[in-house]
């Protein structure tokens, strides 16, 4: 029974868009017909983000886009604006029903009833996140990426750094059944997906509520299964870079080498405002640590610039870090300051103007950084993994070390790992090759 057209779009981190796939088949189970988002449908859900108020913003405006393509449709905003600020999503024009980020199991049963009843009012069902203790068992047996799979297998953060908003849109730390985890990589294995990416708020308090597993544990099982070549995971903090660690992931040959180790800012006085639990030097021990154990290792991160109180001495302290450590690819990004944060009331909040000089001369410093690793990288032969075919004959994939590479062939080589010689560079993060006979 076809119940009508749907549409979804998703703003934000991978976790959200895990969470939307999810959804997706919910609604595909009961009836309904996916579309995509800027065609006629009955239904739009906006899965929104509010790490930033960039993000806020987005988000408005694709609740307002989908009303003006069809206006009597019915519109739903799920996700971190939703949840930490439902009264001011509730408000805007178009809007019908409001969920957090919890509840998603039951969003089908909810809009249905919200169809049936032809109601007009907008339905508010969020919740208090910080009451949560139970990780919501959203769960994905297909994926239209026909070669990496994203998994998620936590939820929340307890951190609390003073910049970020993500604890209150979260909550608290909910770990997956381990057992849960296991039989969705089985399931993605047999449906011919050779790479798996474990993703969730904080990767790494995996495990600290359920008291008997932890993210290793999870690591070594799925490493086990069968059809499953490549493993990558989420941002992970430099105190987790121990002796230990890298002797295990020294085990685990799936395990790809490239690691988002999250930084934020290279300035000591910044790091200690944001209340991140370790210093720069901590950091560079991190990745001296995995460049000794991974010869062709990638360490990419997130830096804030702006932050409130950081005079232009400790802006180029920052700079002058990830210079120093040759940060294989910064995301860059100049602070947002966010209602409900702590940061959001320090003093000395840094002018915009400032701010976005900042931020541009970091991403010049990232660029110039990731081409100085792919220089290093040229004429070696690594496995490539592919995933689409960019044009009749012309494939792309990535290395382990997470390289975009190009090559061409006479052949479909779609969701197959060869062996690609790489003798060019494209650009920032882009590298030609030919395939090895």
Known sequence: MNLGKIAFTTLGCKVNLYDTEAMIELFEKEGYTLVDFNEFADIYVINTCTVTNLGDKKSRQMIRRAKTLNPNSIIVATGCYSQVA????????????????????????????YQEEHKTAVLNTVSDIMKERVF?????????????????????????CTYCIIPFARGPVRSRNPEDIINEVEQLAKNGFKEIVLTGIHILSYGLDLKTTNFIDIIKKVHKIDGIERIRFSSIEPLVVTDEFIEEMKK???VCDHYHLSLQSG???????????????????????????????????DMIVGFPGETEEDFIDSYNFAKKIKITKIHAFPYSAKKGTKAALFDNQIPNNIK???????????????????????????????EREKEKGIYEGHTTNYINVTVKSDINIINQILNVKLIDIVKEENMLGVICQ
């Open 356 to 386: 976005n000089i900042r931020n541009k001369e970091m991403i010049n410093l990232s660029n110039s950084l990731n081409i100085e690793f792919l220089e290093s990288m040229l004429n070696k032969t690594m496995l490539v993994l592919f």
């Open 136 to 160: 919501e068992p959203l769960s994905i047996s297909k994926l239209k990426d026909r070669t990496r799979a994203y998994l998620k297998i936590q939820e929340g953060c307890n951190r609390f």
């Open 267 to 301: 300035c000591n006085k910044t790091l200690e405002r944001m209340k991140r639990q370790y210093t720069r030097e901590q950091y560079e021990q991190a990745v001296i640590k995995l460049r000794e154990a991974f010869p062709n290792v990638a360490i990419t991160t």
């Open 252 to 254: 685990l040959p799936k």
């Open 86 to 113: 439902p009264e001011e999503v509730s408000k805007i024009e178009g809007i019908n029903i409001v969920i957090g980020t919890k509840n998603r199991l039951e969003i089908v049963e909810t809009v249905k009833k």
